[in-house]
């Protein structure tokens, strides 16, 4: 199964890396982009017996290799047979 | 409008970040997990007169701020108005 699980920082949480992405962008003359977030995109290939057991294995590996919850938040995008 | 962009290492390139989760989750007993791929995900607020517009401002955005074209590929996922 391929599997996307993407990683964000919590909306209350500040950004930098975007912020500089945003700043670089307006340095460019495009003053058109107002905010940018950063985060991570995880493509995971695995063996599982059905779908429920890839969320859960998908769950658990966000939960503790993926993301940090303090700040972070995931989310398990699409699973694919 | 809100964008969506991801960049993921090129297929050829190596991915010490990825290979070091797969080995984490197999120490976690979870052998099942193939093959992992860390890329990036960015969240993107923009004003923009239309559509093409925006998505000529991405491309453009992606190529020379949000990735590294000789070993990164990039996409653009989404626009929403």
């Given amino acids: 199964m391929k599997a996307v699980v993407t990683v964000m920082p919590k909306q209350e949480v500040l950004d ?3 912020k ?3 700043r670089a962008a307006g340095a ?3 003053a058109g982009v107002q905010d940018v977030r950063q985060g ?3 493509e995971i290939t695995l ?3 059905d779908r429920e057991k890839a969320e859960a294995l ?3 590996l966000a939960e ?3 993301s940090n919850p303090v700040i972070e938040d ?3 995008e699409s699973i694919e047979a």
């Fill in 74 to 76: 995931f989310q398990v």
């Fill in 28 to 30: 460019l003359g495009h």
């Fill in 58 to 60: 998908l769950d658990e």
């Fill in 47 to 49: 063996d599982a017996a």
């Fill in 40 to 42: 991570k995109r995880f």
């Fill in 64 to 66: 503790k290799l993926l």
């Fill in 16 to 18: 930098p890396q975007g």
């Fill in 20 to 22: 500089a992405i945003q």
